[in-house]
């Protein structure tokens, strides 16, 4: 395997895997709690994600041949007025995430090494992709924190649980011999 298709392959595990994480948030919490903010100047999950979709389908809309910041995007807006219910929100994150992916597979060996721009700044494939990885990363970390925080103790851990460490490691490394 080349480092394209090595690279490639595990930027679309890393998205998938933030994916997975909002997704998983999302199932934990009731529809009121996308408009929590712990303080008025705090952003809620429906505004993060409501820029999280803005950003994914500015950026990744034509993404081998236009600039990232589309014209038609209104960024500040992204801030304000989030959605109202949450079944419309997690459509949007959908649409936004379906954006990125398709994207990605629009990436082959024949433009791979095509620069591409973001706010007229000229980038590579991999400084392109690897910007807007950490960027979403991110954001996915605060969803998740805002929801642990709504959820308090009733949150189902996304990763290994505290104090959980010493058996999911035996689990991993258990090789079956006695």
């Known amino acids: 395997m080349d480092f394209q298709e090595n690279y ?9 895997r933030y994916k997975t994480m909002g997704d998983k948030t999302f199932d934990q919490i009731l529809d009121a709690d996308i408009h929590w903010k712990f303080s008025d100047s705090d952003n809620s999950i429906a505004i993060i994600v409501k820029h ?5 389908l500015s950026r990744w809309t034509n993404f081998l041949t236009e600039d990232g910041e589309k014209p ?5 807006l ?3 007025k989030p959605y109202s219910e949450k079944s419309e929100m997690i459509a949007a994150w959908e649409k936004g995430w379906q954006c990125l992916f398709g994207a990605l597979d629009s ?15 000229e980038h590579s494939i991999v400084e392109a992709i690897n910007r807007q990885l950490a ?3 991110g954001h996915v970390g605060q969803i998740v924190f805002i929801g642990r925080m709504i ?3 009733d949150w189902d ?3 290994i649980p505290k104090g959980e460490s010493k058996a999911f490691n035996k689990k991993m490394f258990d090789t079956g011999k006695a």
């Open 78 to 80: 992204e801030f304000e």
């Open 107 to 121: 990436i082959n060996s024949t433009n791979f090494e095509n620069k591409i721009k973001i706010r007229n700044e």
């Open 151 to 153: 959820k308090g103790t």
């Open 52 to 56: 999280m979709v803005g950003n994914m």
């Open 72 to 76: 038609w995007r209104e960024r500040d």
């Open 135 to 137: 960027h979403y990363a």
């Open 8 to 16: 490639l392959g595990n930027v679309q595990f890393e998205f998938h």
């Open 157 to 159: 851990s996304l990763s």
